[in-house]
């Protein structure tokens, strides 16, 4: 099969590889649609030693099953593989399982490629009337959907919030405050170009970080992860309030930890989903209640290194480029 490798920072060969040869419990999946995520961004600068090279990157895919009993079924995939009997998995918490697996660190290939290898339970059913670049948006937007089910889970709840970080992080992290009840939504992103695209495609009010340093919510949502934006958190979060922590940029400092005790600030931070958050994203997304999700960008996967290039020089509107092998 043809498929996008990462060979080394910043180097991605599109070349011919083994095609996948399923497992026991597992299904061949024709890709069809993929994301390039924040994390595949990591790995093809080096950053990530969880990912090394050689390795097909990417785990946000959706396709078509080839063989088998479910042969011909049209699929969003879950790429957390968990064992389903440890304490985590048996309480529905699968994402914090000790043994779990992603495709696109090792030892699972990812979906870079014209077909990856998933078991039965990660593979979602797509209706016909969505189209798989859309199915694809369920791994992106699951990670906000899952921090902000648990954030309203908090004593409270949330009248207005603030997304930090207009990639599909946070705009999943915006669309999901809304669709489970949020009423006010402010996303904030430096990139002006960006910002000019998201006020085009979504509801929520878009902003640059400067004009709301004087405000306040009752929920903050970093979907970047640096110091900085934590910092930002910290200080625009209200008494009583809660930030949730959702990217993975970098660093370990930002946080004003006296202000987040004295005002009773909760910090939780947020890995993935679980298998019931992203069943409920593709719901959501299958039922429309996400919106038109038309805020994507899509490429063939052979000009996979350009889009990487692309998309670190700034150069690219849309807060995700979806691949087509």
């Known amino acids: 099969m043809k498929a996008l490798v990462y060979t080394g920072p910043e180097s991605l060969e599109f070349r011919e590889t083994p095609d996948p040869q399923p497992p026991e419990g597992h299904h061949l999946v024709r890709i069809e649609s993929v994301g390039i995520c924040g994390s595949d961004m990591h790995a093809f600068l080096g950053h990530d030693p969880r990912r090394p090279a050689p390795l ?163 929920m903050v949502v970093d979907g970047v992860g640096y110091d900085a934006t934590r910092a930002t958190a910290a200080a625009l979060t209200r008494p009583g309030g809660a930030i949730l922590h959702i990217g993975l940029g970098g660093g370990a400092a930002g946080l004003d930890i006296r202000r987040l005790t004295l005002q009773e600030i909760a910090f939780i931070g947020t890995y993935t989903y679980t298998a019931q958050d992203f069943r409920d994203t593709a719901q959501a997304i299958f039922d429309g209640r996400l919106g038109t999700l038309d805020w994507t960008e899509t490429r063939p996967l052979s000009d996979g290194a350009r889009a990487f290039a692309d998309i670190r020089a700034g150069r690219v509107a849309m807060p995700k480029i979806v691949l087509e092998p």
Do not use: Y
């Open 56 to 218: 097909i990157l990417g785990h946000e895919g959706a396709g078509t099953v080839m063989g088998g009993p479910m042969d011909g079924t049209r699929v969003t995939i879950n790429p957390l593989v968990t064992c389903g009997s440890c304490d985590a998995c048996r309480t529905g918490r699968e994402n914090l399982c000790a043994d779990r697996q992603i495709i696109s660190m090792p030892p699972r290939e990812g979906a870079f490629a014209e077909f990856v290898a998933m078991p039965e339970a990660n593979l979602i059913p797509v209706p016909d009337d969505v189209p798989l670049g859309k199915a694809a948006l369920a791994e992106p937007i699951a990670c906000g959907w899952h921090a902000v089910r648990i954030g309203l889970g908090l004593p409270g709840g949330a009248r207005d919030a603030l997304v930090i970080g207009g990639g599909a992080i946070g705009v999943g992290a915006a669309l999901s405050l809304s669709a489970q009840g949020v009423d006010r939504v402010t996303l904030v992103e430096p990139n002006p170009l960006r910002r000019e695209t998201l006020a085009a495609h979504l509801d929520a009010q878009i902003a640059a970080p400067e004009t709301v340093t004087d405000l306040q919510f009752d």
